[in-house]
């Protein structure tokens, strides 16, 4: 895991939820809910949210990988298509 930063606020663990990462989503709301939020209950139950979506089942959790691997692909492919734009030889 990674050091706890300025970042880590309730806004951008939503923002990281939002966008299906959850993984850094848990981790910014288990910070959080380390220091005591103000709005304990909010941060507590987006926490459990999350970490139960991470914990479905197998096929659920199997889906979800495979969609980030196929996005990943797709992601490296463009680069790949960018870089031979860049530099044609």
Not at 20 to 26: Q, Y
Request: a negative charge; hydrophobic letters at 40%.
């Amino acid at each position: 895991m990674s050091e706890p930063s300025s970042f880590d606020t309730f806004t951008m663990a939503r923002v990281q939820e939002d966008q299906g990462n959850d993984r850094e989503a848990l981790r910014i709301l288990s910070h959080l809910l380390s220091t005591d939020p103000e709005d304990y209950a909010a941060v507590k139950a987006a926490h459990d949210r999350v970490k139960a979506r991470m914990t479905g089942t197998t096929e659920e959790h199997l889906a979800r990988l495979f969609e980030e691997w196929v996005d990943l692909l797709l992601a490296h492919q463009r680069i790949k298509k960018l870089a031979h734009i860049n530099d044609p030889d």
